[in-house]
């Protein structure tokens, strides 16, 4: 049985190995109160590459968790990604070239000069990755913000 998100947070059934193995493990239900889903979602992202599964499926949605998955998918760290509508709304990721991603806590803010501090910390080499920042003019990559002079808060690094 696939997880699902509920108002209270995440809802799983069955086994320890996530699978519902007879009708009495629907007494084993637990809950858990996802408070940073950002980086739940990343972790999961991350996990299911490790796992060598190209793809997965998100239960939570919003509009930036969208516009992170544009980014990726612009550098192509997501090959694609499709919003489903259905009981719940899901996104149904396939995973591209990535390594690793993960959110940036606490959330940093950098000035329009600070990002190479922060490119050497989270990423391996300073031309792989990049750093995804809310800024006044929107969510962009670390690239983006320099060309175009901005600065902004710190939300994940992917390479």
């Given at each position: 049985?696939?997880?699902?998100?509920t108002n209270t947070g995440w809802i799983c059934a069955g086994s320890a190995s996530?699978?519902?193995?007879?009708?009495?493990?629907?007494?084993?239900?637990?809950?858990?109160?996802?408070?940073?889903?950002?980086?739940?979602?990343?972790?999961?992202?991350?996990?299911?590459?490790?796992?060598?599964?190209?793809?997965?499926?998100?239960?939570?949605?919003?509009?930036?968790?969208?516009?992170?998955?544009?980014?990726?998918k612009s550098y192509k760290y997501v090959e694609d990604y499709k919003i489903e509508?259905?009981?719940?709304?899901?996104?149904?990721?396939?995973?591209?070239?990535?390594?690793?991603?993960?959110?940036?806590?606490?959330?940093?803010?950098?000035?329009?000069?600070?990002?190479?501090?922060?490119?050497?910390?989270?990423?391996?080499?300073?031309?792989?990755?990049?750093?995804?920042?809310s800024t006044n003019k929107g969510i962009m990559s670390h690239k983006e913000a320099?060309?175009?002079?901005?600065?902004?808060?710190?939300?994940?690094?992917?390479?």
């Amino acid at each position: 049985m696939e997880p699902t998100f509920t108002n209270t947070g995440w809802i799983c059934a069955g086994s320890a190995s996530g699978k519902l193995q007879k009708k009495s493990d629907l007494k084993n239900i637990y809950k858990m109160v996802t408070r940073d889903w950002i980086s739940a979602i990343l972790n999961d992202i991350v996990n299911c590459r490790k796992a060598n599964k190209n793809e997965t499926t998100i239960t939570i949605t919003s509009n930036l968790l969208v516009e992170l998955l544009k980014i990726m998918k612009s550098y192509k760290y997501v090959e694609d990604y499709k919003i489903e509508k259905e009981k719940f709304d899901k996104i149904k990721i396939k995973i591209g070239k990535l390594n690793s991603c993960g959110s940036i806590k606490p959330r940093f803010f950098v000035k329009k000069d600070g990002f190479e501090k922060y490119v050497r910390r989270f990423l391996p080499a300073r031309d792989v990755g990049i750093l995804i920042v809310s800024t006044n003019k929107g969510i962009m990559s670390h690239k983006e913000a320099m060309e175009k002079g901005l600065g902004g808060s710190l939300i994940a690094y992917v390479y």
